[in-house]
């Protein structure tokens, strides 16, 4: 399993070609980091076959990548919870369940709930959080 920090103090969205929202743990480069990346053609027949067809999440530095698989997603109380199915979380280095410390300003915060209601909810239905609450 690969490492991931338990206090995330920087978040940001990128709205261009693809809808991002992302967490990282510091601004400093090359600082760890999660994306989370909208569904952008759930209806692209080889999309579906490769079973892309829906949100992806994205660990740097190392680029791990893995399409779906966040089972459950909260924010509460100034902490970002996440439960991944096993194969994503192995995929992605980090543990099936994984909490985060959100050190994040007010606008980051509300910003960082709205991008994942997004891109959670984005693409193949079977791969939507059972639980989601941001």
Same mark, same amino acid.
């Given at each position: *399993?690969?490492?991931?920090p338990?206090?995330l103090?920087?978040?940001? %969205?990128?709205?261009? !070609?693809? &809808?991002?929202?992302? /967490?990282?743990e ?10 989370? *990346?909208e569904?952008?053609d ?6 579906? %076959?490769?079973?892309m !067809?829906? &949100?992806?999440?994205? /660990? ?10 966040v ?11 996440l ?25 980051q ?26």
């Amino acid at each position: *399993m690969g490492w991931a920090p338990d206090v995330l103090r920087d978040a940001g %969205e990128d709205d261009g !070609d693809v &809808y991002v929202v992302g /967490v990282r743990e510091s601004t400093d480069p090359g600082s760890w980091s999660l994306l989370f *990346m909208e569904c952008l053609d759930a209806d692209d027949e080889q999309d579906i %076959e490769l079973g892309m !067809d829906t &949100y992806c999440l994205v /660990v740097d530095p190392g680029q791990a990548t893995h399409y779906g698989g966040v089972r459950e997603c909260g924010i509460t109380g100034g902490e970002l919870r996440l439960v991944f199915a096993e194969d994503a979380a192995a995929t992605l280095g980090l543990p099936v369940e994984k909490r985060f410390v959100l050190d994040l300003p007010a606008q980051q915060l509300e910003l960082l709930g709205r991008g994942l209601s997004r891109v959670l909810t984005s693409g193949r239905r079977d791969a939507v959080p059972h639980r989601l609450e941001v």
